[in-house]
């Protein structure tokens, strides 16, 4: 089984730092690729799909990028409202599915 | 409005067991994949099964042979059968689906349904 690993685990910034995290997979999944947003006591919520494509209403100072088996989340200036933990999600053997272990963003 | 609803949720003995349903709404339920998730306090996300249109499911080790989805497409339900259950089963239980046909990531969740192991 293709196991994704997330890192790093929690990362604390200021307001207007940019922020990248890292999701490896350990064999290559092309593109298929999606990245969650968990507030605390919320739903997780779809922020990119494809590596890189954006879903409809996510602010753009998200970005995702990468393909095969390096993959990134980048928040170009990282605001209050963005505190949450943040999941990658393979789904290039879907229905079989497997989420990476989070990394929880909190603001300095 | 596109919707999941979980419900069946709740306190159980291990080794017993339960049954999770989700009611979906707002959109054509039966021309989709669906999915079960779920995370236990303080914890990830864990994909849990899944079952395809033609009623194809999936599951992974850690809970195949003990748990079983299922769908009632003239109901717009889905269905998660809990057997065997253990104290690492507990975690909220959500059930989920890509509205999409560009990609499968899930873009549509349900609020959850609470399920403890204890005795």
């Known amino acids: 089984d293709i196991q994704m690993t997330q890192s790093p685990s929690s990362l604390s910034a200021s307001v207007g730092d940019r922020v990248t995290i890292t999701c490896r997979a350990s064999?290559?999944?092309?593109?298929?690729l999606a990245w969650y947003q968990q507030k605390p006591g919320k739903v997780p919520k779809l922020l990119i799909y494809?590596?890189?494509t954006l879903q409809s209403g996510v602010p753009s100072r998200f970005s995702g990028s990468g393909s095969g088996t390096d993959f990134t989340l980048t928040i170009s200036s990282l605001q209050p409202e963005d505190v949450a933990t943040y999941y990658c999600?393979?789904?290039?053997?879907?229905?079989?599915?497997?989420f990476g272990g989070g990394t929880k963003v909190e603001i300095k | 409005e596109v919707q999941l609803v979980e419900s069946g949720g709740g306190l159980v003995q291990p080794g017993g067991s339960l049954r999770l349903s989700c009611a979906a709404s707002?959109?054509?339920?039966?021309?989709?994949?669906m999915h079960w998730v779920r995370q236990a306090t303080g914890k990830g996300l864990e994909w849990v099964s899944a079952?395809?249109?033609?009623?194809?499911?999936y599951y992974p080790g850690s809970v195949k042979g003990r748990f079983t989805i299922s769908r009632e497409n003239a109901k717009n339900s889905l269905y998660l059968q809990m057997n065997s259950l253990r104290a690492g089963d507990t975690a909220v239980y959500y059930c989920?689906?890509?509205?999409?046909?560009?990609?499968?990531?899930?873009?549509?969740w349900g609020q959850g349904t609470m399920v403890t192991v204890s005795s």
């Open positions: 989920a689906t890509s509205s999409s046909w560009e990609h499968d990531a899930f873009d549509i």
């Open positions: 707002g959109f054509t339920f039966s021309s989709y994949d």
């Open positions: 079952i395809g249109t033609a009623g194809d499911t």
């Open positions: 064999q290559g999944i092309s593109n298929y």
């Open positions: 494809a590596a890189s």
């Open positions: 999600q393979k789904y290039n053997s879907a229905p079989q599915l497997t």
